[in-house]
């Protein structure tokens, strides 16, 4: 095996020079990219306020404004020399008139003759982002949220809640700088409400009758925002009606005998609309119909007592009273209550016997001549006559008189003059037999045996 020789002296030093001249030419090459990496380049002045580090944060929000978005600081704040190089130095000054400075380039709302309290006051940044914002129109909130930093929000805190109130919609009703209507209103009610209730526009445009207070303005009624009662109601029902109908109030509570629609369900709603209808007192039916949607069955009274299924009793009886050939019920009852029997508008027996009385037949005397019972004999008066004897006055003018009900049903029957087929007596209906003929007629009831009359020749009962 051969072993390499060693270096000579003249060879050591040549690899000694070569190495230094590396050692060199590295060295420079790494000080060249030190001195490179470490050079300060010249100040270069920001080319706008938002593309700085100062503002860069503006331009994140969803909504800006235009000056902010296109970078024209200037057109609100002004020229500052030398905020861009030194901002702590140099500050712009706070301004002061913000509503003059937006009218600059905004219209301005103060021809009418009601103003936002943030517009006519010039603050326009009450309620707007003079830069940008997560929120249309840069608002600082959102929908009702903004408005509720002024306004109170407990006017939403009712039960039933008015829906554009419910849903923050405040806009929907309110104009937020300047109105020609108060509170700051769109239009002036019952328009502004129109403006969503097209169906109530539609039925009060074609309605022959309209409740005065929903032609003028439903909040006489209605509360915008909210209520505990329901459709945001100013009052519970029949106490809301009352507001108006004082006199109505009283003679209901006054009323010994008060209808029982008022006293239950809606109230006064069970026959009248509130809004506007076709029909005579705003009533939901006619007269007649209305009422035999209750009575189309017995119905029992506060004080025990059973009507009678009105409706079919109506319907199998086919000789019926005035009022009802008429369909008005209100001929005879009050359909609110009265002081008298059944609710009657004026005095009438309510029992088989009654003691004559022009003040408990004063109802019937409203139709019916007073002298047919205040005569003895007569030839004309009254067919009810025995020859000249007034039949009526014989069975009315008596101490222990027979009232009109003993004999006569007051809504209707299957014979002439609506006779009853059978008079109540207590827990016994016993029957009139009635038989009528060319010149009068006779019956058997249980009071007497077999009457006879006869209108041309008195017949001489036994």
Same mark, same amino acid.
């Given at each position: ?34 001195? #490179? ?32 978005? !296109?970078? %024209? ?5 002004? !020229? ?16 002061? %008139? ?48 903004? $408005? ?42 019952? !328009?502004? $409400? ?25 909040? &006489? ?9 329901? #459709? ?9 009606? #009352? ?26 709603? &069970? ?19 209305? $009422? ?47 002081? %008298? ?87 016994? !209906?016993?029957?009139? &037999? ?18 006879? #009359? ?9």
């Amino acid at each position: 095996m051969n072993i390499p020789n060693r270096l000579s002296d003249e060879d050591k030093n040549k690899n000694i020079i070569i190495l230094f001249l590396v050692i060199i030419l590295l060295k420079s090459t790494f000080l060249s990219k030190t001195v #490179y990496s470490q050079e300060v380049r010249p100040p270069v002045e920001a080319s706008s306020c938002t593309a700085s580090n100062c503002h860069s944060d503006l331009m994140q929000n969803t909504f800006l404004h235009d000056p902010a978005k !296109e970078n %024209e600081c200037s057109t609100c704040h002004g !020229e500052l020399s030398g905020h861009n190089q030194n901002p702590g130095e140099f500050k712009f000054k706070e301004i002061d %008139e913000t509503g003059e400075l937006c009218y600059s380039c905004h219209d301005s709302f103060e021809d009418r003759s009601f103003i936002h309290s943030p517009v006519e006051a010039g603050e326009c940044t009450a309620c707007h982002s003079p830069h940008g914002s997560p929120n249309k129109y840069q608002l600082l909130e959102q929908a009702s949220d903004l $408005c509720y930093i002024c306004h109170d929000q407990d006017i939403t805190s009712g039960r039933f809640v008015h829906g554009p109130a419910g849903a923050g919609g405040c806009l929907a009703c309110h104009d937020p700088h300047s109105s020609d209507f108060a509170k700051n209103l769109r239009d002036k009610p019952p !328009e502004l $409400c129109f403006m969503c209730h097209t169906n109530k526009k539609s039925e009060l445009e074609k309605a022959k009758i309209i409740h005065k207070p929903a032609a003028e303005n439903c909040v &006489n009624c209605h509360n915008p925002h909210s209520n505990k009662y329901k #459709y945001m109601l100013n009052e519970k029902v029949p106490l809301l009606c #009352y507001g108006c109908h004082k006199k109505k109030q009283e003679n209901v509570q006054k009323a010994a005998t008060k209808h029982g629609a008022i006293m239950v369900g809606k109230s006064c709603l &069970n026959c009248h609309e509130a809004h506007a209808s076709d029909i005579a007192n705003r009533l939901s039916k006619a007269p007649m119909d209305l $009422c035999l949607d209750c009575h189309n069955k017995p119905v029992k009274t506060d004080a025990g007592t059973v009507l009678v299924n009105m409706k079919e009793l109506l319907a199998n009886n086919r000789d019926h009273h005035g009022p009802i050939k008429r369909k008005d019920c209100s001929g005879c009852h009050n359909p609110h209550g009265s002081d %008298e029997f059944r609710m009657l508008k004026e005095g009438y027996p309510s029992t088989f016997y009654m003691s004559f009385n022009k003040g408990n037949y004063k109802l019937c005397f409203k139709c019916h001549l007073k002298s047919i019972v205040q005569t003895p004999t007569t030839a004309e008066l009254t067919n009810f006559r025995n020859g000249k004897i007034n039949l009526h006055f014989k069975h009315v003018r008596q101490e222990k008189g027979r009232t009109c009900r003993a004999c006569h049903e007051t809504h209707a029957s299957n014979f002439p003059k609506h006779i009853r087929e059978k008079v109540p007596f207590g827990s016994w !209906e016993f029957p009139l &037999n009635y038989i009528k003929t060319d010149t009068g007629g006779s019956c058997a009831p249980g009071c007497h045996k077999i009457k006879i #009359y006869d209108r041309d020749e008195e017949f001489i009962n036994q």
